[in-house]
């Protein structure tokens, strides 16, 4: 069994962390000793590991949940259960890369629209861009 601080430093993460996740239902110590410390075991250890990866890979805490509760109960879902979470992830995923690709463009052509020289800023070509843009969002 280990405690808050010596799981926390295993998986390298802080305590707050830790007690974060518990606060969020995700995991919750094994035990609890006299004293009212939180006692974690391997299979704690395997869980967290579990969260942090599914963490890295851009789920939230919502979708990690879910499926913690599919992998508790793995004989009773399928496979469609994860990859459907897996995929609508992913759909957010390139929806927000064709996002990004546009801010890109548009600051690329803004950039590209001034000379970046040290004149006054009174006619900045991205000044008066964005003004412009800003008139018609408004209109």
Avoid: W
Avoid at 77 to 93: F, G, M, N, R
């Amino acid at each position: 069994m280990f405690r808050i601080g010596e799981m926390a430093k295993r998986c390298g993460l802080k305590t707050d962390t830790l007690r974060f996740y518990e606060k969020s239902g995700l995991l919750a110590p094994s035990a609890r000793n006299a004293a009212g410390y939180r006692l974690y075991n391997k299979a704690d250890e395997a869980k967290l590991n579990f969260i942090l990866r599914a963490k890295s890979v851009g789920f939230s805490l919502d979708e990690i949940t879910e499926l913690l509760s599919i992998q508790l109960d793995s004989d009773e879902h399928s496979c469609a259960e994860p990859k459907y979470i897996t995929d609508t992830k992913l759909a957010q995923v390139e929806a927000k890369i064709k996002e990004l690709e546009i801010f890109r463009a548009s600051l690329q052509k803004l950039s590209e629209s001034c000379c970046g020289g040290a004149e006054s800023a009174s006619h900045c070509s991205i000044l008066e861009a964005l003004a412009a843009s800003e008139q018609e969002a408004l209109c």
